[in-house]
């Protein structure tokens, strides 16, 4: 994997969910391990969009089982997540 790769997908997901999710806040309580689901970030109608984004975004595609099963819990799983499905 990219460093460079992982590095724009982490700053352009996070930029993503502290402008959506997380306006106003100190962008320093987002760090990669932080737990979105669960955590009180993201809601699952808030999962949706992030799913919506990412798709648009890296043109990927996610199913269900991706998005229930814990691959979208935290900025480090988004960024692996899409690296893969990129075949970075």
Known sequence: MSDRRA???????RAYLLDEFLAG??????????RLVGGGILTSIDTIKLVAFLED???IAFDAREVTGGQL??????????LAKRGA
């Open 57 to 59: 975004r890296y043109g």
């Open 25 to 34: 806040e100190d962008p320093s309580t987002l760090r990669d391990d932080t």
């Open 7 to 13: 590095d724009r997908v982490r700053e352009e997901v």
């Open 73 to 82: 819990a935290t900025v480090r799983d988004i960024v692996a997540a899409v």
